[in-house]
C-alpha cells in the first residue's frame, strides 16, 4: 500500500498535531480518490513549495517599482515575471496577478469599469454561469442592475441571437461571457460583436477554461474582450488565486480597483507559486496535458452514456460534462453523497430548466482535470464510468460501495497524484 509523503509536516506536527493529522488525512483522500470536481487539479510540487515560503512574510502594496514599504527588490521581480508570462500566454496588453480569487478578480471589474446600479447582462447560474455573474444573492445582482441569459430549451446550447435580443432590448453597460458548469465552447467571437452592437464591454471570465484558452484548446477570447478574469487554479493547476488581463486602456483603472480600493498587500507567496504555474503552463507537456483533459472528458461521456446515462446537450466540448440522473430514479445529491463514498468525488449540480431545488438538483457535474493531471487515459475513464454506474445502480448497497472504494484505490496507485506522492 503507498502511502503519501508526510515529512514535510515535520514542523506542523510538532506545533500542531491535530492540524497536521487532518492534513494529511486530507493528503491521503487527495491520493487515494478519483476526483472529478471539475474546477479542482493538483498542484505540482514547485507550485506547492512557492505557496508555503517566506515570501508569506513580506508586505508588498502597490505594484511593481512603486510600492509602499521597502525590500521589494525580489517581490518585484517575482511579480514582474508572473506578470509578463500572464501577458504572453493570454495575449493580453497587461495583466494584474493580485486578485485573492477568482471572485475578487470579478469584483475588480465591476468597481472599474460600472457605477452601482448600472445594468450587466450575464449566464444565470443554473444554465452555467457564475455567482458573480449576476445571481441575485451575490454581491453583482445586489449592487448592479442584472439581467441573465439562458441556454436554449431546445437544445441547452447558447442561443446567440436570443442573447443578441437581449441585449439590444436590455443596453447592458457590461456582458459576462463565461461558464463554471456549460459543457460546449463558448463563442467569443460572437459575444464580441453583441457586446459592440450594444456599446457594453465584454468580460470573459475563463477560470475553469483557462488552461484550455492558453493551449488553443478553447476558442481565444483575446481578441474580442475588453477584459479577461480567471482563477489560477483550474485547469491552469496554479495556487488559489486570481488574475485579470485586459486592453491597456483599462489597465490604470483596473489596477487601481485592486489596490487601493479592494485590498492592502499581495499574497506573494501565491504570486510566486501563479508566477511557476505560469512557466509550467508554457511547457509542450502542459499543451498535451490540456488536450487529453478533453479527450478524456468526451472518452468519459460517451461512456456514461453507454451506461445509459443522459448527458446534457449530448456531450462535451471541453473539461466538463453534466450528467441528469433523473431517468435513473435518483436526485443529484443522493448520486454524488452515494459515489463520494465509493471514493469517486464528484458535485451535485443543476441542469438547464431543472425541475428540482439548487440544493438537491438533478444533476452531476463531472470534470476530468484532476484524473488527467494523474497520468490517466481514455481506458480509465471507461472504468470510471462503470463505477459511476455500478455504484448509483446499486445505491444503498454499502458493499457495492466498500467494493469500489477498494478498486478506486487500486488504480490510483497506478497513478501517483502530481504533488503528493513519495
Ligand atoms: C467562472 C468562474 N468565475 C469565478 C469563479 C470564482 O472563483 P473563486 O471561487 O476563486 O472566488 C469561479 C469558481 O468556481 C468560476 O467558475
Redesign the pocket.
Known sequence: MSTVAVDALDAIQAVDPEIADLIHKEEQRQADSIRLIA?ENYTSKAVMQATGSVLTNKYSEGYPGKRYYEGQEFIDQIEQLAIDRAKALFKMDHANVQPL????A?QAVYMALLEPGDKVMGMHLAHGG???HGWKVNFSGKLFDSVQYTVSEKDHLLDYEAIREMAIKEKPKMIWA???GYPRYVDFEKFGAIAKEVGAYLIA?V??ISGLVITGNHPDPSPYVDVI?T?T??TLRGP?G?MFLCKEEHAAALDKAVFPCLQGGPHNHTTAAIAVALKEAASPDYSVYCGQIIKNAKALAAALQEEGFDIVTGGTDNHLMLVDVTSKGLGGREAASALNKAGVVCNSNAIPFDPRKPWDPSGLRIGTPAVTSRGMKEEEMKTIAKWISEVLANIQDEGTQTRVKREVKELCDQFPAPGIAS
Open positions: 474546477s480569487s477568482g471572485s475578487p470579478n457564475h455567482l458573480t463565461g461558464i463554471s471570465d477560470a475553469h478574469t482563477t487554479h483550474k488559489r486570481g
